[in-house]
């Protein structure tokens, strides 16, 4: 292939062709030069026409151009996998030549002593899309110390955060410009997007800004979300994640979750195993032929330094003792051979040894970078350390996110027989002592021999592709390109696993069957039900009506009748959830005289392991009512809690609740069987041929009423699909639920289909575009 020219050799003894296919010796022309540039909508496709093909009229070529910072320039196009029989061919091509100028910003920074960096953040080739809530149309397009990235966003150039509203007739405005680093504000680590788009509304503001608020949360997997400040031209987002905790909380939390030669990445979950190299002897040298010998994570055999659990040796001199311990560290983790032979003023030499991602065309070698009288460095590129990774999650939007399956110290591992299932989610397997699979596979299939030691090894796949949605709007993740197909040696072994809403908290994987070189697999998870709809019941008892979870609020109020919150402008507002209406005008969150709304929806959201209680129509404010949201966060630690401030504007208030009650162990859930015990009783009282004619009438009501939905219009027909799929896999469908968040909630329940709801930044979406 050639993008800007033709090919240098003739494809099938003709000239003109930029792209030639070579199948079983045969050359085919499927794209002839020049090809046909299409660089609207901010992207930058190159669309080839060739020869005729087999199976249709004439190949047709798409070359995808993304931009991508950190790829190299001579970076390589990648072919979309397709089937023996497909004319259209997708290639997308990766390059820091397919992108803008570069516009970021430091993203450290010091406080009080602690050093906190948000890089890891920073996207380089794809964006955050993040749903504004009371808006079903608009996103916010985001990155972090860096200006957002222009393939299908045509954000202005120095944005580091903009509004994608398909309405507007100028469809993409900026929230504010990359200008200055992190900092902290009243105890809080932010970002700030200033001088944005001029500000439409009657206040003072001239630009729109944005300003990022992170808290630090080591277990939190979540996207940012956006709570509010559209109105004041002051847009607000949250984000809960490792990355806003200071560097030594992140080094403490990876040393306890560190193994043998394994450590874990704290913010991305990645996990660093260098086993492999733990049982051969390496050699550097110095610039005067000087030999040093050293291993990995285990002490050399020789008696060249002595018997003194020697991990690095030069000339019979110990650098340094043998150690098992990986430290992470951002950019790579490293070891650390201290206690090694005296060398100047009573101290002893020590040796770090530092692991770096391989760049494109760098040889995997060690390299002795430095050395003194008392320290020697040791640097060692290797893709062993590199954090390849997919999304876990099927969108950009995050609506059904499978990042907390995802396994760092150990694997799932499901029997059958004499059989082993070795699974990991969206990241390679942990290494196991025995389980000698190929590097880098996601599941493996192992036999257990009479002395249970692994054999016939197997590899399922490669963690290669996020999760997507099948026909039946099921979570699928895919692996592929796993060890050779036995009944066809052409064919690579492959993996799949449906994710099936289900109230059990995570459950397991469950083996169903093998059939064309693919292995199938169950998953049965809360995990894949998103964000759905709950209910009240008094006293006080919130319920998930999906998955008949219960939990009783007025545990909150056993200690307090009421909680009493200062916002930083001495704003003091009443909550109670349970007996508003004794204490707050009707109202569970009050100011004065003034009810902040009654309830009009319960959502929770296992993605972000949230319950949200959000209320409207309160009291009369300017042109409109006040209106509130509590959230509440599942957190042990907490016991009761304390509900806090979390954002105030002129007519609303929203808060947030760490506390134990909205946690798991609180959770009840309704008795089935006694429920269909008092459906058998109400049907007892009835004779068969009565129950048949009342099922008749029910049955004939519903379609009725089905019909008269279903042919209104276009718009209800596709409101009712989702969900006729939705009774037809009761207890095992996905949740057809976007994360949109107006008074129609309801509705848009039924409206998830719609891709004007549901936009994203994927791949998938550039080559429908």
């Not at 997708?90 to 910003?105: E, F, G």
């Not at 007996?579 to 929806?601: F, I, M, P, Q």
Request: charge should be neutral.
């Amino acid at each position: 292939m050639q993008l800007c020219s033709p090919l240098i050799k003739k494809c099938n003894n003709q000239d003109g062709y930029a792209i030639c296919l070579i199948k079983n010796n045969v050359e085919k022309g499927i794209g002839r030069y020049p090809p046909v540039l299409d660089n609207s909508q901010g992207r930058i496709l190159f669309n080839f026409t060739g020869d005729s093909c087999p199976f249709g009229s004439n190949y047709t070529v798409t070359v995808i151009m993304l931009c991508d910072y950190d790829s190299e320039n001579n970076s390589y196009p990648e072919l979309f996998a397709h089937g023996d029989k497909q004319c259209n061919l997708y290639i997308v091509w990766r390059t820091v030549l397919a992108c803008l100028p570069k516009v970021q910003t430091n993203c450290t920074v010091a406080n009080g002593g602690h050093y906190y960096d948000l890089s890891p953040l920073t996207r380089t080739s794809e964006n955050y899309v993040i749903l504004v809530k009371n808006d079903t149309k608009s996103r916010i397009v985001l990155n972090v110390c860096h200006n957002v990235i222009h393939h299908g966003a045509m954000c202005p150039l120095n944005s580091g955060a903009c509004l994608d509203n398909p309405e507007s007739i100028n469809r993409y405005s900026s929230l504010g410009d990359v200008q200055k680093p992190p900092f902290f504000s009243n105890g809080n680590l932010l970002i700030e997007y200033e001088n944005g788009g001029l500000c439409t509304q009657n206040i003072p503001a001239q630009h729109i800004k944005t300003t990022i608020t992170f808290k630090c949360n080591l277990e939190a997997t979540g996207p940012p979300e956006y709570i509010g400040g559209k109105e004041d031209c002051h847009y607000q987002l949250i984000w809960y994640t490792p990355a806003a905790c200071d560097i030594k909380t992140l080094l403490t939390y990876s040393a306890k979750t560190a193994g043998k030669c394994i450590v874990r990445n704290p913010v991305t979950n990645f996990t660093y195993t260098l086993q492999t190299l733990m049982y051969k002897d390496f050699t550097v040298t110095n610039l005067n032929g000087t030999e040093y010998k050293f291993r990995v994570c285990s002490e050399l055999t020789d008696n060249t330094c002595g018997d003194k659990k020697t991990g690095i040796c030069k000339q019979g001199t110990v650098l340094g003792q043998a150690s098992t311990n990986l430290i992470w560290q951002q950019g790579g983790p490293y070891l650390n051979y201290t206690n090694g032979d005296l060398c100047e003023n009573g101290m002893r030499h020590y040796t770090l040894i530092r692991f770096f991602c391989e760049p494109q065309g760098s040889p995997s070698r060690p390299l002795l970078i430095k050395e003194n009288s008392c320290q020697t460095i040791i640097h060692w590129n290797t893709d062993l350390v590199c954090e390849k990774k997919i999304k876990c999650a099927i969108d950009n939007n995050d609506e059904i996110n499978l990042t907390p399956l995802i396994k760092s110290t150990n694997n799932y591992v499901i029997k059958a027989n004499d059989t082993e299932f070795h699974i990991n989610i969206c990241r390679p397997l942990v290494s196991t002592q025995g389980l000698t699979c190929a590097h880098g596979s996601a599941a493996c299939k192992v036999s257990l021999t009479s002395k249970n030691e692994y054999t016939n090894e197997v590899s399922l796949g490669f963690p290669e592709d996020s999760p997507t949605l099948n026909k039946d709007f099921l979570t699928v993740l895919r692996y592929t390109n796993g060890s050779q197909c036995p009944e066809n040696p052409a064919k690579t072994i492959s993996s799949n696993f449906t994710f099936i809403c289900n109230n059990n908290n995570q459950g397991l994987p469950v083996y169903k069957h093998y059939i064309n070189c693919t292995y199938v697999f169950e998953w049965n998870t809360s995990i894949a039900c998103g964000a759905v709809i709950g209910s009240w019941s008094a006293p006080c008892i919130i319920r998930d009506n999906f998955l008949s979870y219960e939990y009783d609020f007025s545990l909150l109020y056993k200690k307090k009748q009421i909680y009493y919150v200062k916002s930083k402008q001495g704003t003091e507002y009443a909550l109670n959830i349970c007996g508003g209406e004794k204490y707050c005008s009707g109202s569970a969150v009050c100011h004065e005289d003034n009810g902040y709304g009654s309830l009009r929806s319960v959502i929770f959201d296992y993605s972000r392991d949230d319950v949200k209680l959000k209320y409207s129509n309160g009291s009369k404010c300017n042109n409109s009512s006040y209106t509130s949201e509590v959230r509440f966060i599942c957190n042990e630690s907490m016991g009761i809690g304390a509900p806090k401030m979390l954002l105030e504007s002129q007519c609303s208030a929203e808060f947030e609740w760490h506390t134990e009650v909205i946690c798991a162990k609180h959770a009840s859930s309704r008795n089935a069987s006694q429920e269909n015990a008092s459906s058998s009783r109400i049907l007892e009282q009835f004779s068969s041929s009565h129950a048949g004619v009342v099922a008749g009438v029910v049955l004939t009501v519903i379609a009725v009423l089905a019909a008269l939905i279903y042919f209104r219009n276009p718009v209800e027909r596709a409101c009712c699909r989702p969900w006729t799929n939705l009774f037809n896999r009761r207890g095992t469908g996905r949740v057809q639920y976007c994360r949109v968040d107006t008074t129609e909630e309801a509705r848009l329940l039924l409206d998830a289909s719609d891709p004007t709801q549901c936009q994203s930044d994927s791949d998938d979406d550039l080559l429908n575009a």
